[in-house]
C-alpha cells in the first residue's frame, strides 16, 4: 500500500512538472510568435505607410479647389459689397375716390310720381369724392454720390405728376425728386436729402465677357426688396423694342443680355459682376420667355451720371442726321459701294440732314455713308447712336464718309440735343 503511494506521488510530480513546463514556456513561445508576426507586419505594413504618407505629403503640396464654397463666398460678398448701395423706389399718385353715390334716373317726373315712390327708388352710379394718394407702381436704383444721387430707369421716374419715394437698405424712407431724364438711353437721375451715404461701385461694361456670372438686384414686384438672383452674360449689344403702358415703346440699343431673374420691380436696379461692380442697369424683360432680361451697360450711363453732377442736368452729344445702318445684303439691293456704315437718308419724318446741325454745319449731305467716328468702325452691331454717346457736347470728332468713290473725313462739333427731339 506504501508502495503504490510512492508511486503516485512520483507520477503526480512528474505530471506537475509537465503542466509546470509548459505553463511556463507558453509565453516564452508567445513572445517568439509575436516577434515574427510584427516584424512580417511591420515588412508588409511599412510598404503602405510610406505610400500614405506620401500620398498626403503630394495632397498638402496641391491646393484643394472648392469651387461651390469659392462661388458662394464671391456671390456673397458682391451682395455685401452693393447691398447698402441699392434702393426700392415706391410711386404714387393723387387718384379720384371713386364711390357708389344714389341719383334719381328719373328727374323730369311730374313730382306727385317721385312722391308716389317716396323719392326712394335705390338706384346709384360711380362719382368721384375727393382725391387720395395711392401706391401705382415700384422701381429700383442705386447710389451713385454720398449726398444721394441715384441712378434709376427712365420710365420709372417719367410721370411728371407722380411722388417718389425711396427706401434704403437700412429701412429709412426719403422723399425723391427727379433731377434729369436721358432723351436717348433708359435712364434717369433722382435725388434724396442725404449724407454718408454708401455710392456703388461702378465697373467696366466694355470688358464683360459671355457666360460670366451676373447678379441682380432690385425690388422685385415691387414688394420684395433687395431680391438676389443669379445668373450669367448671356449676350451683348442686343438692341431691343421695350414698351409699357406708361412710356409706350422705346428702341434701346446696345443692352446686355442675362438670364438672371429680372422681374417687374427690379427696373433700374444695378447688375453687378462678382466684385460687387455695377456693370449693367436693369431695364427690360422679353415677354414669354424664361430668364430673358437686358441691361443697359454702365458704360452709357457714366457720362450722364457725370454730366448731372457737373451741371445738374443730362447733356447729350448730337449730330443732326437721320440714317439707315447698313449691311451685305442692303448694300447689294442699293449698289452701294460699301457694305458697312450710316447710310445718311431721309424719312416720312423729316430730311437726311436736320437744319442747322451739327452735320449740316459741317457739310454732311444726304446719301453720305458714315464709315467711321474717330476711327471706329460703325457697323449694325456698333451703330452710329451708340459710338456717339462716347464723346461730349462740345468735342470736335472726325467722321469718315464715302460720297460716291471718294472717301472724305470730315471734322464735326458736336453740340447738346435739342430738347424738343
Known amino acids: 500500500m506504501q508502495k503504490k503511494l510512492v508511486f503516485i506521488v512520483?507520477?503526480?510530480g512528474l505530471v506537475g512538472g509537465i503542466i509546470g513546463s509548459a505553463?511556463?514556456?507558453?509565453p516564452a513561445h508567445a513572445s517568439f510568435f509575436d516577434s515574427i508576426l510584427n516584424f512580417f507586419k511591420q515588412e508588409i505594413q511599412s510598404p503602405f505607410s510610406e505610400n500614405a504618407t506620401s500620398t498626403r505629403e503630394s495632397s498638402s503640396s496641391i491646393p484643394l479647389y472648392k469651387p461651390a464654397n469659392d462661388y458662394e463666398e464671391a456671390v456673397v460678398s458682391a451682395v455685401e459689397n452693393a447691398n447698402n448701395s441699392v434702393v426700392s423706389i415706391v410711386i404714387s399718385k393723387d387718384l379720384p375716390v371713386i364711390e357708389q353715390c344714389p341719383y334719381n334716373p328719373f328727374?323730369?317726373?311730374?313730382p306727385e310720381f317721385n312722391n308716389f315712390f317716396n323719392n326712394n327708388f335705390q338706384f346709384s352710379k360711380p362719382c368721384e369724392k375727393g382725391t387720395k394718394t395711392q401706391e401705382i407702381g415700384g422701381g429700383s436704383g442705386f447710389i451713385v454720390s454720398e449726398d444721394g444721387l441715384i441712378v434709376t430707369n427712365k420710365h420709372v421716374a417719367s410721370d411728371e405728376k407722380a411722388q417718389y419715394t425711396v427706401f434704403t437698405n437700412d429701412g429709412e424712407k426719403y422723399d425723391a425728386k427727379v433731377i434729369a431724364i436721358d432723351p436717348v438711353q433708359d435712364l434717369a437721375v433722382i435725388k434724396i436729402d442725404g449724407h454718408g451715404l454708401t455710392p456703388a461701385k461702378l465697373g467696366n461694361s466694355d470688358s464683360i465677357k459671355l457666360g460670366q456670372t451676373a447678379i441682380a438686384i432690385g425690388n422685385a414686384l415691387g414688394e420684395f426688396k433687395n431680391t438676389v438672383s443669379?445668373?450669367?452674360i448671356s449676350g451683348l449689344s442686343r438692341n431691343i423694342t421695350a414698351s409699357g403702358a406708361s412710356y409706350g415703346s422705346e428702341d434701346i440699343r446696345g443692352v446686355i443680355q442675362t438670364d438672371a431673374a429680372i422681374n417687374p420691380g427690379n427696373s433700374g436696379g444695378p447688375l453687378l459682376n462678382l466684385r460687387g461692380e455695377v456693370i449693367g442697369i436693369n431695364?427690360?424683360?422679353a415677354s414669354g420667355a424664361q430668364n430673358i432680361g437686358f441691361a443697359i451697360p454702365i458704360n452709357f450711363a457714366k457720362r450722364a451720371i457725370q454730366s448731372v453732377k457737373d451741371t445738374g442736368t443730362i447733356k447729350t452729344?448730337?449730330?443732326?442726321v437721320r440714317y439707315i445702318m447698313l449691311d451685305a445684303d442692303f448694300a447689294k439691293k442699293e449698289k452701294l459701294s460699301v457694305d458697312y456704315g450710316a447710310l445718311v437718308r431721309g424719312t416720312k419724318d423729316g430730311p437726311a440732314v436736320l437744319k442747322d446741325s451739327p452735320a449740316e454745319k459741317a457739310g454732311i449731305k444726304a446719301e453720305d455713308i458714315i464709315m467711321e467716328l474717330n476711327g471706329e468702325k460703325l457697323t449694325a452691331d456698333n451703330p452710329l447712336a451708340i459710338v456717339l454717346q462716347k464723346y461730349n457736347v462740345g468735342e470736335t470728332v472726325i467722321f469718315t464718309i464715302q460720297r460716291g468713290n471718294d472717301k472724305i473725313e470730315f471734322p464735326v462739333k458736336l453740340e447738346e440735343r435739342p430738347k424738343n427731339l
Request: hydrophobic share 60%; aromatic share 10%; no cysteine.
Open 107 to 110: 328727374p323730369n317726373l311730374p
Open 23 to 26: 505553463v511556463f514556456v507558453r
Open 10 to 12: 512520483i507520477v503526480a
Open 283 to 285: 431695364t427690360a424683360i
Open 230 to 232: 443669379v445668373g450669367v
Open 317 to 320: 452729344a448730337y449730330l443732326g
